[in-house]
T-cell receptor
């Protein structure tokens, strides 16, 4: 079962930063936080993952709180192509349980 | 080249038929998966293979039988198809089985059982 909770939907204006929150209050010390997204009619796509430190790559930034009970995915300049369902996942072993995610709509 | 490719993209069939979905990855990964996404968009793991050996088998009817002829291929055979089997099936692969491994997904096979 998914060990994360996310808001079901969010809107973001094109060109602005999209901040997607995730709660994972039962995360244990050695468990990673992963983010994937699924654009309509496509397979899920890996975005970023982290353990303790904040992470940044060409797609997004991941901010993990010090107690690791929550995290935020940041898309710094959202575009219309970022409209998708975003999944925050704490895998158990190699089992990735996808919850309901956050449906992000980027508005022109 | 597509990293994880699955065929067919669409599959429409009658109840009771037997059908197969094929998946191939050219990433050199050791681990492959089948996921099912139902009409409510929940994405659930069905099976996982590591080096051709079954390592995850979630509660899936035994009408579903995965077959891995080599570590680059993981096919899904479904016997006696039922209406409830209608869904999008995604194949995925990862380098290994650790919690730090990224999953790479195929584009999905939309199965419609009439």
């Amino acid at each position: 079962d998914a060990k994360t909770t996310q808001p079901p939907s969010m809107d973001c204006a094109e060109g602005r930063a999209a901040n997607l929150p995730c709660n994972h209050s039962t995360i244990s010390g050695n468990e990673y936080v992963y983010w994937y997204r699924q654009i309509h009619s496509q397979g899920p796509q890996y975005i970023i993952h982290g353990l303790k430190n904040n992470e940044t790559n060409e797609m997004a930034s991941l901010i993990i709180t010090e107690d690791r009970k929550s995290s935020t995915l940041i898309l710094p300049h959202a575009t219309l192509r970022d409209t998708a369902v975003y999944y925050c996942i704490v895998p158990t072993g190699n089992q990735f349980y996808f919850g309901t995610g956050t449906s992000l709509t980027v508005i022109p | 080249d597509t990293a994880v490719s699955q065929t067919p993209k669409y599959l429409v069939t009658q109840m009771g038929n037997d059908k197969s979905i094929k998946c191939e990855q050219n990433l050199g990964h050791d681990t492959m998966y089948w996921y099912k996404q139902d009409s409510k968009k929940f994405l659930k793991i069905m099976f996982s293979y590591n080096n051709k050996e079954l390592i995850i088998n979630e509660t899936v009817p035994n009408r579903f039988s995965p077959k891995s002829p080599d570590k680059a291929h993981l096919n899904l055979h479904i016997n006696s198809l039922e209406l409830g089997d209608s869904a999008v099936y995604f194949c995925a692969s990862s380098r290994g089985t650790g919690a730090y491994e990224k999953l790479f997904f195929g584009s999905g096979t939309q199965l419609s059982v009439l």
